[in-house]
Structure formats: structure tokens, C-alpha cells
């Protein structure tokens, strides 16, 4: 037996999450079909986490043991022709029978992306937030230092969180604007993509944060604001959930394969 490491970019607009669910259209079910019509192994494929319904991810890790002898540099090719056009098989690799995706994973890192214009992108829509809303960036990134370290982010989970721990670790978060699309003379903002990197994620974590940084944008809150969010320990607390468009899982770390 071999176990495969590989990676993952989808648009997750049309799929109910990267997990498996009842309804049977998740990106998961995805790819355990391409990998059965490719071996004819049926097989559970485990993930480096999961994503809600309409995130998207750019190199998301799994792995799977398998008895193939395919060589591992022709999997990427033969399941890309398996797979549906927005689910792309990007790296291959055989690692250790003892790795696994999901406790192996150290680091984290989400994107989240505003569209500051006045008009939506048509061709970028399904990966963008569209807040044609004047937004106070400099504010949104005071109010994401507070953020920083080793919190009980409770106030930024989702109710239906089944955690018995909400305490998690950013270590690092930033916002970047991209002006380049800006018409002169318009009150275009820009694209506003904001970057979080932590040690895990609690359920809608990140939208939950976003939304809540968008009302601080909105000078319906002050960013000091956000520590007593935090502080509190209260879903309530907290501003409303981002819609998950704008979220894509942006990069996994492990220390085993990076060292």
C-alpha cells in the first residue's frame, strides 16, 4: 500500500463543501469517484479540513492509501479527466504511511475577497464579495490586530459549532488592496483581499470575522470594538456571517513535508 499526497483547487460554487454529505455533491464525492473509475478502489479520502457550501480552495491537501501501481506522476493528469471542469488535481506525491492530512496540518491560511467597485466583476463574481459601500480599511486593520494570538474565539463560531474547544491560535492576519481595476475619478475602492493564517478554524470562523470587520469598515463599529467581541465570548456579540463566496482556502502548512 502506498499513501497519496496531493492537492486540490476548486470553485466551490456548485458543492455542498469539501466533506461528504447526504446529498452526495461535495468535492470529496468528487474525487473518491474519480479515484474509483481510475482503480477501481472505493476508498474515503481524508482532508486537511473542511469547507461550508461556495468556498473555494487553492491547493487544499488530502491524502488516501491505495494498492495502485500507477506512477505517482501520472494521478494529477488521469484524474483531472475524471473530475469535473471546476475541481483540478494540482500535486501528487507518495508520503509515509503515518501522515495524515488533517492532524498534520500546523498552518492554516484563508482569503477573503471584497470587491470594493462601484460595479460587479461578471467574470470574478462567484470569488468576490461585491461592496460597492465606501469601507475604512485602515480601521478594519487596526480592528484585525486584536485578533492576534491565542483567543476563545466562541464569539466567532458558528452556533452549530460541536467543538469542545473554541480556543485557537492567528498568528498572522493583513488586508491587501489591489487598485488596479480602479477607474480614475470614481469612488472605486479597489479589490480588498484579507488574509488570515492560524493554527485552525472554527465553523464560519473567518466569515464571522469578515463580517464583523466589514461593520467596522462601515463605521457601525469602532475597531477597538473587536476585543470586546472576543472577550465576550458570545456569538451575539459578534457581527453577521460573510456570504461564502468570497472565502477560499488559500494554502495548508505541514512541518513534516516543508522541512
Avoid at 469612488?187 to 493554527?199: A, F, K, M, N, V
Avoid at 451575539?236 to 495548508?252: Q, R
Amino acid at each position: 500500500m502506498r499513501n497519496l499526497f496531493m492537492k486540490v483547487n476548486y470553485d466551490g460554487t456548485r458543492y455542498d463543501g469539501f466533506q461528504t454529505q447526504p446529498s452526495g455533491n461535495t468535492v470529496q464525492d468528487r474525487l473518491e469517484e474519480a479515484i474509483r473509475l481510475l482503480t477501481g478502489e472505493e476508498l474515503k479520502i481524508t482532508a486537511s479540513g473542511r469547507t461550508d457550501a461556495g468556498v473555494h480552495a487553492y491547493g487544499q491537501p488530502f491524502n488516501f492509501t491505495t494498492a495502485s501501481l500507477i506512477p505517482v506522476e501520472r494521478w494529477c493528469l488521469a484524474l483531472n479527466a475524471r473530475l469535473p471542469e471546476d475541481i483540478v488535481v494540482t500535486e501528487a506525491r507518495e508520503v509515509p504511511l503515518s501522515f495524515h492530512s488533517r492532524r498534520g496540518a500546523k498552518r492554516k491560511t484563508y482569503r477573503y475577497t471584497i470587491n470594493g467597485n462601484q460595479f460587479p466583476d461578471p467574470f470574478l463574481r462567484r470569488w468576490q464579495y461585491h461592496h460597492p459601500g465606501k469601507l475604512d480599511i485602515s480601521s478594519m486593520e487596526r480592528g484585525l490586530l486584536h485578533l492576534l494570538g491565542t483567543h476563545d474565539y466562541t464569539s466567532f463560531a458558528s452556533r452549530k459549532s460541536t467543538k469542545t474547544s473554541h480556543v485557537r491560535t492567528i498568528y498572522e492576519a493583513r488586508i491587501e488592496v489591489d487598485r488596479s481595476l480602479c477607474r480614475p475619478d470614481t469612488r472605486d475602492q479597489g479589490i480588498i483581499h484579507t488574509y488570515i493564517t492560524g493554527s485552525g478554524f472554527l465553523q464560519h470562523m473567518v466569515r464571522i470575522i469578515m463580517g464583523t470587520l466589514m461593520q467596522v469598515g462601515e463605521g457601525k463599529y469602532q475597531a477597538d470594538r473587536i476585543a470586546d467581541i472576543l472577550t465576550a465570548c458570545d456569538r451575539g456579540a459578534a457581527g453577521p456571517t460573510a456570504v461564502a463566496n468570497g472565502l477560499a482556502l488559500w494554502s495548508v502548512e505541514y512541518d513534516e513535508l516543508d522541512s
